[in-house]
């Protein structure tokens, strides 16, 4: 009897577990990996494995899993922000030091009740600051900055910037429940008197906890590298056949229709200083449509195909999407070594009522570029940070169920 290869497996859902474990507590960020997952990846696949990639690393859940068990990290985002959280993540720092700039941020705070060295400050003047700030938010937000630039340390500073980050993102007047940007009601924003001192310190001391956590169970001296590279477009200064192993969840459609990594991190990229910061969504993967061309991968063409029979648009998107994937694909394909493993968790959306089946296009443009497919585990979304319903027919108000599941595509290099 032969047992399919692709199967439920419940094992996967960690429904229970504690995801903001070590430095996973850091920062919020859309469609995080359960670092369970990560864990489990690479304790059963790359048990001897010197070195890990992520090629759409986020916030670094694999990068930091991959330290933990002494295993070299590289990871690359488009994202500024996502870059940030994760090199913070994989970062120890002395306990002792951070608490000197713990302390000393908080006699500077206690100072300034008192009027007491009230810094001459300047906010930023980015388009839009005052639609989605407050006055006296804005104000409190410019003196942290102007505290957080004048630390000399770069660790330290990345670890302040990171909890000054999420502050920004919880002050502003977005909905913090959702991805896009939406202002809050008139009627909220009105009674919206976030306590932004309050709100940054208990962040910092969360961080620090995850930190301590961190380093006690980090006994060795793996190092993390990351790297701001289009991995649909090259693969950077990472060598040919140097990675044993490939842990990473890609973005599940372009950003547009599906996660908006973009705008979701804009206010912090902002005030972060990040040059075109409103332009990031267009630059991920399938951030332009493109004219349809045959792929010669039977199951992508056929599901372009489907799509632009209902509609040409739309098509487009998501052909757009599938062949930034299959170039990136190509490219990570090149610096696994043999016998090595990718293992992509992916989601299969829905597109004008098509499931775009992208578990089965991550295996077959594997098999394209000289992997065979292991395994594929289904999982169920119990706890990822996740839109379950959409609007498959981009039709305000038509909603149906999407991404209620994962699938873990597992490939080795021949
Ligand atoms: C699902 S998220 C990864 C989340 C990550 N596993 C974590 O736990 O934080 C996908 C990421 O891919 C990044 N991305 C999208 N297109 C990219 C590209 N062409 N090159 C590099 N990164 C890209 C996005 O910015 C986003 O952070």
């Known amino acids: ?215 006690e169970q980090k006994k060795n001296n793996s190092k993390t590298v990351i790297y701001d590279f289009d991995s649909s477009e090259h693969i950077g200064k990472i060598e040919k056949e140097s990675i044993d192993i490939v842990v990473t969840s890609p973005p599940y459609g372009d950003s547009r229709t599906t996660v908006a990594y973009g705008q979701f991190s804009r206010l912090s990229n902002q005030w972060l200083d990040v040059e075109d910061a409103s332009q990031i969504d267009n630059q991920l993967m399938g951030g332009k449509s493109k004219t349809i061309k045959k792929t010669g991968i039977s199951i992508i063409d056929k599901t372009i195909e489907k799509i632009a029979v209902k509609d040409e648009k739309r098509a487009k998107e998501v052909y757009g999407f599938f062949d930034d994937y299959n170039r990136s694909i190509a490219n990570v394909s090149e610096i696994i070594k043999k016998k090595g493993y990718a293992c992509y968790v992916v989601g299969n959306r829905r597109v004008k009522d098509t499931t775009l089946p992208t578990d089965e296009i991550t295996k077959n443009l594997f098999q394209e570029y000289g992997f065979i497919h292991k395994n594929t585990f289904i999982r169920n979304i119990p706890n990822k940070r996740m839109p379950s319903k959409n609007s498959p027919t981009n039709k305000t108000g038509q909603k149906s169920t999407t991404m209620n599941n994962e699938y873990i595509v597992i490939m080795q290099k021949q």
Not at 16 to 41: F, G, V
Not at 59 to 70: D, H, I, P, R
Not at 149 to 169: C, G, P, W
Request: proline share 3%.
């Open 1 to 215: 009897m032969v047992l399919s290869k692709k199967y439920i497996d419940v094992t996967w859902d960690f429904a229970a577990a504690d995801t903001k474990e070590y430095t996973h507590c850091y920062h919020n960020y859309p469609a995080m990996m359960i670092p369970q997952i990560a864990r489990r990846l690479i304790d059963r696949y790359s048990k001897k494995a010197e070195t890990l990639f992520d090629p759409y690393c986020g916030t670094g859940t694999s990068l930091v899993e991959a330290n933990l068990k002494g295993i070299n990290a590289f990871g690359t985002d488009l994202n500024p922000m996502a870059r940030l959280i994760a090199e913070a993540k994989t970062t120890l720092i002395e306990l002792q030091i951070l608490d000197l700039y713990l302390k000393e941020f908080n006699d500077f705070l206690f100072s300034l009740m008192f009027n007491i060295n009230k810094p001459n400050i300047i906010a930023p003047n980015f388009n839009n600051i005052d639609f989605w700030f407050k006055e006296e938010v804005k104000e409190k937000l410019a003196i942290i900055k102007s505290f957080i630039s004048n630390i000399k340390d770069e660790k330290i500073k990345k670890f302040f910037l990171v909890a000054f980050s999420e502050t920004v993102r919880e002050c502003s007047l977005t909905r913090n429940s959702e991805f896009k940007l939406y202002r809050i009601s008139e009627k909220q924003r009105e009674k919206f008197d976030p306590d932004v001192y309050v709100m940054i310190n208990s962040k910092l001391a969360r961080n620090r906890k995850g930190l301590k956590e961190y380093i």
